[in-house]
């Protein structure tokens, strides 16, 4: 069965900290994987991947795509408290059905 | 560009009831996919529709049912109301459907959150 694994679950950091997010997938014909960051509403889309080692950055995030290793990681620097969200990994089976991991909570404090 | 749209934002039902919600999407775009979100279980798959078809479907009983008109808007409805059912119902467009060699983003309307007493 596919499934999308995120860790840590939560994770706690002070202002200015850099953190990173990983994600790991077992996807039926993987073809694509995105990142979604979810505070007290809809998920807001971040990133798509498709190719491996290639890596797309928006100001203080970026992230990476390992198709070897079958995971990416979503990096945050210089953290601010607006960046406490929920961090969701989702992958694309070549069905086309999107499968999602069970997010990260992050909380950054002042 | 007005973004995904759902409608209502909130919803208190009992138990056997039936419920619909509605998803409009972003102009343009074509796919509408239903999810479930809980707390236990995260964001669950219900299904897709593109062109008014049915492309994709999660693990959810026959209760849970959907349709797409020719405008893109679509539909969800659940039947015979389960308390498990409570929830927050996310709706999310893209503006062809995703599978082969194409994958397309998906942008996520505000959600229904739907409660049953």
């Known amino acids: 069965e596919d499934k999308v694994v995120q860790s840590p679950l939560s994770l706690v950091v002070h202002e200015g900290d850099t953190v990173t997010l990983n994600c790991s997938y077992e996807?039926?014909?993987?073809?694509?994987l995105l990142w979604y960051k979810q505070e007290k509403k809809a998920p807001t889309f971040l990133f798509m991947l498709t190719s491996s080692g290639i890596e797309k950055k928006s100001g203080r995030l970026s992230s990476i795509l390992d198709k070897k290793e079958l995971s990416s990681i979503l990096n945050i620097t210089a953290t601010q408290t607006g960046d406490s969200a929920i961090y969701l990994c989702a992958a694309y089976n070549q069905g086309g059905k999107l499968i999602f991991g069970q997010g990260t909570e992050l909380s950054v404090k002042p | 560009k007005a973004g995904v749209t759902q409608t209502p934002r909130y919803l208190i039902k009992t138990r056997g009831q039936q419920v619909t919600l509605s998803c409009s999407p972003i102009s343009g775009h074509r796919s509408v996919s239903w999810y479930q979100q809980t707390p236990g279980q995260g964001l669950q798959f219900l299904f897709e529709?593109?062109?008014?078809?049915?492309?994709n479907k999660g693990n959810f009983p026959g209760r849970f049912s959907g349709r797409q008109f020719s405008n893109s808007r679509s539909e969800m409805n659940v039947s015979t109301l389960e308390l498990g059912d409570s929830a927050l119902y996310l709706c999310a467009s893209s503006l062809l459907t995703s599978g082969g060699l194409s994958s397309y983003e998906q942008y996520f309307g505000p959600g229904t959150r739907l409660t049953v007493t």
């Open positions: 996807v039926t014909n993987f073809r694509s």
């Open positions: 529709y593109f062109s008014e078809t049915q492309r």
